[in-house]
């Protein structure tokens, strides 16, 4: 799946991939077969918009903080940034940890060059929430899902897949700082993890966690069995 997702990257981007774009997307999308490997794993939560009430959101742990502005460096490697099962709390808490950077600061928050996607059950259309432009995020019906895409995962990939490549190429300028030292990478990068934070990483990796994703109410299709 993740060469199938470059590669469909590369066709819309003729440019070829530096290390660090190609490190920030094999890592985002690996995070996130680990954590959903069917691409249909859904948890129900409260819409940003008001009036849809409860929604199924779709368990995409980096869309949010896809852009290579949030990532970190381990090992003079960039990866992507994702967030933790508090995501999804309903209420913000201090001390809480909702990205693994800490560039997230409170559940549900969607950072420049990020997204985050639901389902409307009323209308049966995903509906997303984008900071793809401008200066403060923008909330979009991009309609029922079409089955003839796969999983959820790969629909919301074809509707978005441009912004995600524009939200990584921004890499070439800022994320340089992959082919520097670690401290080097830390000192240059405002959202980036602390080396505590890579430490503890190697010791206790908290995408290993994610099976404790929150399962609220429905979590749709929790394995590929189910499909």
Avoid at 94 to 105: D, H, P, W
Avoid at 191 to 220: H, L, Q, V, Y
Wanted: hydrophobic residues 35%; contains cysteine.
């Amino acid at each position: 799946m993740v060469y199938e997702f470059l590669s469909e990257r590369l066709e819309n981007d003729s440019r070829p991939p530096a290390n660090h774009e190609w490190s920030l997307t094999a890592s985002h999308e690996m995070r996130e077969m680990l954590v959903d490997p069917c691409g249909d794993r859904q948890t129900t939560g409260d819409s940003p918009q008001p009036q849809q009430g409860r929604v199924s959101f779709l368990v995409e742990v980096c869309d949010p903080c896809e852009a290579a502005d949030f990532a970190y460096s381990v090992n003079s490697v960039l990866v992507s940034d994702f967030y933790t099962p508090n995501y999804f709390d309903p209420v913000t808490a201090s001390g809480v940890r909702y990205s693994y950077t800490g560039a997230i600061t409170k559940p549900g928050q969607v950072l420049r060059g990020g997204y985050l996607s639901w389902k409307d059950a009323t209308s049966g259309h995903w509906w997303q929430e984008t900071w793809f432009d401008g200066g403060q995020p923008t909330v979009r019906d991009i309609g029922p899902a079409n089955a003839r895409a796969g999983s959820i995962r790969a629909f919301i990939d074809r509707m978005s897949g441009q912004y995600t490549i524009n939200a990584i190429a921004r890499g070439r300028v800022n994320a340089v700082r992959a082919g520097m030292t670690e401290t080097q990478a830390q000192r240059s990068m405002g959202a980036n993890a602390t080396r505590s934070m890579i430490k503890s990483e190697k010791k206790n990796d908290p995408i290993m966690k994610m099976a404790s994703f929150p399962r609220r109410g429905a979590c749709i299709k929790a394995s590929c069995a189910a499909r």
